[in-house]
């Protein structure tokens, strides 16, 4: 059974940090490709950043480019969100997602569509206080 965990969501003040983890387990986490999402009430659900864990190559939104960092524990099967400089806007749900095999990677993973990602957590709530 697939299964996505986030955990280390919480209340912080504009401009501090805060880590979020994804456990995975119940496939071959090194060939897959793990995206962090995030939502707030009303809109639609944003890509924030995404691995390829084949390649380790990574992708950004803008909106969170130099102050987010995606990490990989391959050992582990755990994926990490290290967000600083936390803004008020940085509110919302966050979503660890997962799909493939990608042996090869699939390139690009922030695109409009979700379809390369089968399985996702429960999320996390992240809640930054101006």
């Known amino acids: 059974e697939v299964q996505l965990v986030e955990s280390g969501g919480g209340l912080v003040q504009a401009g501090g940090s805060l880590r979020l983890s994804c456990a995975a387990s119940?496939?071959?986490?090194?060939?897959?490709?793990i995206g962090w999402f995030r939502q707030v009430p009303g809109k639609e659900r944003e890509g924030v950043s995404c691995?390829?864990?084949?390649?380790?190559?990574?992708y950004y939104a803008d909106s969170v480019k130099g102050r987010f960092t995606m990490s990989s524990d391959n050992v582990k099967n755990t994926v990490y969100l290290q967000m600083n400089s936390l803004k008020a806007e940085d509110t919302a749900v966050y979503y660890c997602?997962?799909?493939?095999?990608?042996?090869?990677?699939?390139?690009?993973?922030?695109?409009?569509?979700?379809?390369?990602?089968?399985?996702w957590g429960q999320g996390t709530q992240v809640t930054v206080s101006s």
């Open positions: 691995m390829n864990n084949s390649d380790g190559s990574t």
């Open positions: 119940g496939f071959t986490f090194d060939v897959y490709v």
């Open positions: 997602a997962a799909g493939g095999p990608y042996e090869d990677g699939l390139g690009y993973c922030l695109g409009p569509s979700r379809a390369p990602y089968e399985y």
